[in-house]
């Protein structure tokens, strides 16, 4: 990295002569100066005036969370009571995926005691090892037993990932975990296994424990602490003899959060409650008054049944932070529709600073959906936490919407979605964990809308533990980026999915220019297997039922896959006649390491590089076409590449 910085006068005179020094450092978390640079301008620089970038150097980046501080020398001509901006601190984010404002711990790193163990690494759907993080966890399955984390910052709240049992005939059920900061109890985090275990066809697993084999058996459960704990505490997470159940931890998060203020009482409408009807009004309110911004939703649980309708003007929905400000489907329902619905007339709305919490137990299509756009614009979500719903957004025909800065979490279906002519979007800074369907995807269908779907910026996204489908999906289209991309613990599919299968919806295949891209990305023990025998990559690409072509791939690191690397795959119409082939496929700078023998049903299927997949699935037979591999890497791999076809040519350069 290279640092540069600019000296502006913002006073009324002209700064003095001479040299007007500069000296930057970069912090880490622990408060260490990693790297200390210095420089100067030099002359006066008049009232109003900015100096040329002075360069101070450089600095080998290395992956967390940074402070850098610029500190101006104090200048002779400025008044003492001027100074204090003399000094600039700025964070710095130094890593693939999503810079979250939180920091997770992982209970297998963490202390243990009373009878707790570390159990794993496993990647066997439906067991405690098999979908925690890391592919290991820890039990407390004794009175006593107990997992312990040092605080590596203050923190006010705490998030636990978890896995209790179902109820004996499916439906969840409620219990505690007791939580002690510094050896003295604090308080109980209430857990529910209500929205976890999912039983029978893979495909479509539903809440009956008849129906089959288990999975989707972990949830989340989150705590105000109500005190502030100090960097170094040791919060532990405890079974005492009132916590009756069986528990398994899988990692927490710590959190400092901060309530949002009002931005303006006087341009802000309030809910007079918290009610459904009461958020109503208030966007009603603010439609009908010409003087009014938007509404600001104070800290506050909120109730809600159904969708909250935005229309006739733009507005800002703002709420006190998803800490604070929640809505909360009906407590003694399931799979209950809520959210936002906008219409094209509230074009640049924006929402920003709450949470929703759902009542989905099981995938349903076709609600639940907190954002359900259609055919509108340039609107923004930030700052918004979603959980046990169907998906956060579903956006069709949407163009340049800005979502950024948030979470989603444990919902049946995709985390968003963009799809029929969405162009221009771009989506930033999210992380979810454990989508029931592909975390991030764009799918240039055209059932809805005919327009071509281009433009789209996908990027410093983290995805985790995606119990259906992939993290990153994306079906057709051209000129869409996706950079800065983290997927881990992908659980029976790809971590990256690149397809132009259409799913017998019309579809846009991929375009050949400007082409799709996708940079900077790092799987993590992604794949797995589903649709019966199928083994899936770390990154899938397939070419199917429409063309596929224009696809550019860098900076690609691909560790420990579950059972191969990078697969190519064709699509047949019947056994002896392809779709399409895989063509214009270019990598460039690609590692792949780790991709060992499975040992499990599928090892015949496992330990490869990249495959080039011969054997064909029901109705498939082998991989058409090319790629091109500038750059590739490998290291440990039981296979660095399998192509036993006469129909797909790698060229590796």
């Not at 592919?135 to 590596?152: D, I, K, P, W």
């Not at 049992?165 to 604090?186: I, R």
């Not at 439609?287 to 600001?296: E, F, I, K, P, Q």
């Not at 989603?408 to 989506?427: K, P, Q, Y």
Request: hydrophobic residues 35%; contains cysteine.
């Amino acid at each position: 990295m290279t640092f540069s910085v600019a000296i502006r006068n913002q006073g009324t005179v002209a700064s003095s002569g001479g040299a007007h020094g500069i000296t930057l450092t970069v912090t880490d978390e622990a408060g260490n100066v990693v790297r200390t640079l210095t420089g100067s301008a030099s002359g006066a620089i008049a009232a109003g005036a900015t100096t040329s970038p002075v360069t101070l150097g450089t600095w080998t980046a290395a992956n967390g969370k940074y402070t850098v501080k610029t500190v101006l020398a104090d200048d002779a001509n400025e008044l003492p009571v001027k100074r204090a901006n003399n000094t600039s601190t700025l964070p710095l984010f130094v890593g693939r995926g999503a810079n979250m404002p939180y920091d997770t711990y992982e209970a297998e790193d963490a202390a243990i005691g009373g009878g707790a163990a570390r159990v794993g690494p496993s990647r066997e759907i439906g067991t405690i090892a098999g979908e925690a993080s890391g592919r290991r966890a820890v039990t407390l399955n004794q009175t006593g037993a107990y997992v312990e984390f040092t605080t590596r910052a203050d923190t006010n709240t705490l998030v636990t990932r978890f896995s209790m049992p179902d109820a004996p005939g499916g439906g969840g059920q409620n219990s505690t975990l007791n939580v002690y900061v510094n050896g003295s109890f604090l308080k109980a985090v209430n857990l529910t296994s209500r929205y976890a275990w999912l039983y029978g066809p893979e495909a479509s697993p539903n809440n009956n424990p008849g129906s089959g084999p288990p999975r989707h058996i972990y949830d989340e459960a989150n705590l105000l602490l109500g005190t502030t704990v100090p960097k170094g505490s040791k919060i532990r997470l405890q079974k005492d003899a009132a916590n009756s159940l069986n528990y398994a931890i899988d990692f927490v998060d710590l959190e400092l959060a901060t309530q949002i203020a009002n931005p303006d009482p006087a341009k802000y409408a309030v809910p007079a409650g918290f009610g459904h009807q009461d958020v109503q009004n208030a966007l009603d309110k603010a439609r009908m008054d010409a003087n009014l911004t938007g509404v600001y939703l104070p800290p506050g649980d909120y109730q809600t049944n159904g969708k909250f309708q935005v229309y006739g003007k733009p507005v800002k929905v703002v709420g006190a932070g998803p800490w604070f400000t929640r809505f909360h489907a009906p407590s003694g329902q399931s799979n209950t529709d809520i959210g936002f619905r906008s219409e094209a007339t509230a074009n640049g709305s924006a929402f920003s600073g709450f949470a929703y919490f759902g009542n989905y137990v099981e995938r349903i299509d076709g609600p639940g959906k907190v954002f359900d756009f259609n055919n509108v614009a340039n609107m923004t979500i930030e700052n918004v936490w979603i959980e046990h719903q169907i998906c956060m957004l579903w956006g069709s025909n949407v163009d340049n919407l800005t979502i950024r800065n948030s979470r989603i979490r444990n919902v049946f279906a995709d985390g968003l979605n963009m799809t029929n002519g969405s162009t221009g979007n771009h989506v930033t800074n999210i992380e979810t964990r454990s989508t029931g369907d592909d975390s991030f995807a764009l799918f240039s269908a055209i059932d809805n809308n005919s327009g071509e779907q281009f433009g789209n910026v996908y990027e410093n996204l983290t995805s985790l533990l995606t119990w259906r489908a992939a993290g990153l999906a994306v079906y057709g289209g051209y000129n869409n980026t996706f950079k800065n991309i983290y997927i881990a613990d992908t659980l029976v599919y790809s971590g990256v999915t690149i397809s132009s299968l259409d799913f017998g919806i019309p579809m846009h295949g991929f375009g050949a220019s400007p082409p799709t891209t996708f940079d900077n990305i790092s799987l993590v023990r992604a794949g797995g297997h589903f649709w019966g025998q199928q083994t899936f990559p770390a990154m899938w690409l397939f070419s199917s039922s429409k063309v596929f072509q224009g696809i550019r791939v860098s900076n690609l690191d691909i560790v420990d896959p579950t059972y191969s690397g990078i697969m190519f795959q064709t699509g047949y119409s019947n056994p002896s006649t392809p779709l399409n082939p895989i063509k214009d496929t270019v990598f460039t700078n690609v590692s792949i390491s780790g991709a060992q023998k499975s040992g499990d049903a599928f090892d015949a299927k496992s330990g490869f590089g990249i495959w080039v997949n011969e054997l064909p699935e029901p109705g498939q037979g082998p991989a058409i076409g090319s790629a091109t591999f500038n750059n590739l890497r490998f290291s440990n791999n039981h296979t660095n590449v399998r192509n036993t076809t006469s129909t797909f040519t790698l060229t590796v350069n």
